[in-house]
């Protein structure tokens, strides 16, 4: 599961790269108004759904995350600091 996570995280970022390079280009195509090889509402519409993707790809990281902390899976260095077995069990 922390692979799954590390993965979705890396996912992301290309998302976001991609999103971010392909609605630069769509705008910058719009602005100087020439034909170009790629529509820029074809870009827009990719650079959008990227950015869709990159959403649900952290989320599953997070919801990784969060099962992997309710397991008490201490294997991931941010369970292992933030977590307190104790506190649970004194109760």
């Known amino acids: 599961m922390a692979l799954f996570g590390s993965f979705s995280l890396i996912l992301a970022l290309v998302l976001c790269v991609y999103?971010?390079?392909s609605g630069a280009l769509a705008l910058?195509?719009?602005?100087?108004?020439?034909?170009?090889?790629?529509s820029p509402e074809r870009l827009v519409e990719t650079s959008r759904r990227a950015g869709i993707a990159s959403f649900i790809?952290?989320?599953?990281?997070a919801?990784?995350?969060v099962y992997l902390s309710f397991t008490?899976?201490?294997?991931?260095d941010y369970i292992l600091h933030?977590?307190?077995?104790?506190?649970?069990?004194g109760l």
């Open 72 to 76: 008490d899976n201490f294997s991931i």
């Open 82 to 89: 933030h977590s307190n077995r104790g506190a649970a069990e």
């Open 63 to 65: 919801l990784a995350l």
């Open 57 to 61: 790809a952290v989320t599953a990281a």
């Open 19 to 21: 999103t971010l390079l």
């Open 28 to 38: 910058r195509q719009l602005a100087i108004a020439r034909p170009a090889r790629f």
